[in-house]
């Protein structure tokens, strides 16, 4: 089965910039649709970002303009560029896949364990 492990993330004040990684094991990146969804205390799971395959990109309203998604298939790994972050930003970021690709959601198959953003004013 597919694993993903997600890395990057960290404390960084408003304004600055972060960029995860997620790396997929097990099979190939080029074989999954992988997303970024985040996940806040208290508040419903947000979509972040998604990959079709011929590399267009979709992403949430809230984040739209700040945050980019590409990926490295001969690294196996997809990554999430985050700029201008804001404290709302704040959440766990996990990286998901999916063999189908479904358009933007926040249900999948597969999950990784989530890597945790903390954006301080």
């Known amino acids: 089965q597919v694993q993903l492990v997600e890395s990057g993330g960290g404390l960084v004040q408003a304004g600055d910039s972060l960029r995860l990684s997620c790396t997929v094991s097990?099979?190939?990146?080029?074989?999954?649709?992988i997303a970024w969804v985040r996940q806040t205390p208290g508040k419903e799971r947000e979509f972040v970002a998604t990959?079709?395959?011929?590399?267009?990109?979709s992403y949430g309203e809230s984040v739209r303009g700040r945050f980019t998604m590409s990926r490295d298939n001969a690294k196996n790994t997809a990554y999430l560029q985050m700029n201008n972050l804001k404290p709302e930003d704040t959440a766990i970021y996990y990286c998901?896949?999916?063999?189908?690709?479904?358009?933007?959601?926040?249900?999948?198959?597969?999950w990784g364990q989530g890597t945790q953003v903390t954006v301080s004013s």
């Open positions: 097990g099979r190939a990146l080029r074989d999954y649709y």
């Open positions: 990959m079709n395959f011929a590399g267009a990109t």
């Open positions: 998901a896949a999916d063999r189908r690709f479904l358009g933007p959601r926040t249900a999948y198959p597969y």
